[in-house]
């Protein structure tokens, strides 16, 4: 064996009992095809495994070999599905797939009950499955930028929800269960087909500050006229009013009302 496959094997040991010892995975602009298999061969040891912009295709069943993964980043590769075993991965918390060319997501997906942040914004997305609901302890949802005509009932279900971001998709209408995300603080369906909000939506989600609407056939005045406008209002204001405050950068159109006029 010369000398550089030596050092080339030195260096893949060497970076794997580095991985193995702090449970961090980074193999961002690795030029990847495919999944390293030396990744799979660490198994538990797995907690946070980054692969953003490669040009990964598949991602291996093999992958619910990592039982501890918490943290799975695959944003800007070439994935076009996700196996059924990525349910196995129970311990997940945080999952980015963004821009890549995934089209649905399996059923399975519902059994990631520990999920906390699932963003697939930039993909080809038709709808989200039913199982999405059984995702209790999510707080951001980003299924921005996808085609999406409309968001599933069971959403409503999805209790610790705080951030629903569904910007550039075509969602006509939303499903009166959103009424039950009482945490929801920011809910963004900019640039898409919606004439009307749920009835009870700024009544009942009293954690509300922020509704961004631009680009949609509702009204001013429709937003306007719903009950619980004025307490939502309110909210909104005291938040911006909070960030001059800290001097947290405000764009220069200033408090933004969230619906075009």
């Not at 005045?221 to 619980?228: A, C, K, L, T």
């Amino acid at each position: 064996m010369g000398c550089n496959s030596s050092k080339s094997v030195d260096s893949k040991t060497n970076r794997a009992a580095r991985w193995r010892s702090t449970g961090i995975v980074g193999l961002r602009d690795s030029k990847l095809k495919s999944f390293p298999d030396e990744i799979l061969d660490l198994d538990r040891s797995v907690r946070t495994l980054d692969l953003t912009h490669n040009k990964i295709v598949d991602i291996p069943m093999e992958i619910s070999k990592l039982v501890n993964l918490q943290r799975l980043v695959l944003a800007h590769n070439l994935i076009d599905r996700l196996p059924i075993n990525l349910a196995k991965l129970e311990s997940l918390k945080v999952m980015t797939l963004d821009a890549n060319r995934v089209t649905s997501l399996p059923d399975e997906l519902g059994q990631l009950v520990r999920l906390e942040q699932l963003s697939i914004s930039g993909n080809s997305l038709q709808y989200l499955p039913e199982t999405i609901g059984s995702l209790r302890n999510l707080k951001l949802l980003n299924v921005s930028n996808n085609k999406l005509k409309s968001l599933p009932e069971s959403i409503g279900s999805c209790f610790s929800l705080e951030e629903l971001q569904a910007d550039d998709n075509s969602i006509e209408d939303l499903p009166e269960s959103v009424c039950n995300l009482v945490h929801l603080k920011a809910l963004c369906l900019n640039n898409n087909n919606v004439k009307q909000i749920p009835t009870n939506l700024l009544k009942d989600c009293k954690a509300l500050q922020n509704i961004s609407l631009h680009g949609n056939p509702i009204s001013m005045d429709q937003f306007q006229q719903m009950e619980g406008f004025q307490e939502y209002e309110a909210r909104r204001k005291k938040k911006f009013d909070k960030q001059i405050d800290s001097n947290v950068m405000i764009s220069s159109k200033g408090l933004d009302e969230g619906v075009d006029h």
